[in-house]
Nanobody, 124 residues
Framework: QVQLVESGGGSVQAGGSLRLSCTTSRATFRSGWFRQAPGKEREFVAAITGSGGNRYYVDSVKGRFTISRDNAKNTVYLQMNSLKPEDTAVYYC????????????????????WGQGIQVTVSS
């Protein structure tokens, strides 16, 4: 079992910034952030491999969000800048423990463990 603890959500005005953190109880291969707005499907936001060498983003956040990790702390961060009201959602951290050669980083089934979710609200 791997435990994930998320922190850093909250409410900001449009144009503001937030940083989400996700700490896992052990090192893992790949971690990602997903989000789910009310009445919508859960969608991929960003992912990063264990080495930090590969990072992936959904088009709508490119240039505004940055995913990073501190392996010494088993922590993944999502720095969110220039936030928009459409970024409002519950954000979930997810992690895949073991290596895979597939690049299906945006698929929820490719992740083994999930955090409890954290609310991000952006007001106009």
């Amino acid at each position: 079992q791997v435990q994930l603890v998320e922190s850093g959500g909250g409410s900001v005005q449009a144009g503001g910034s937030l940083r989400l953190s996700c700490t896992t109880s052990r090192a893992t291969f790949r971690s990602g952030w997903f989000r789910q707005a009310p009445g919508k499907e859960r969608e991929f936001v960003a992912a990063i491999t264990g080495s930090g060498g590969n990072r992936y983003y959904v088009d709508s956040v490119k240039g505004r969000f940055t995913i990073s990790r501190d392996n010494a702390k088993n922590t993944v961060y999502l720095q969110m800048n220039s936030l928009k009201p459409e970024d409002t959602a519950v954000y979930y951290c997810a992690t895949r423990v073991y290596y895979t050669s597939t690049s299906s980083y945006a698929v929820t089934d490719e992740y083994d463990y999930w955090g409890q979710g954290i609310q991000v609200t952006v007001s106009s």
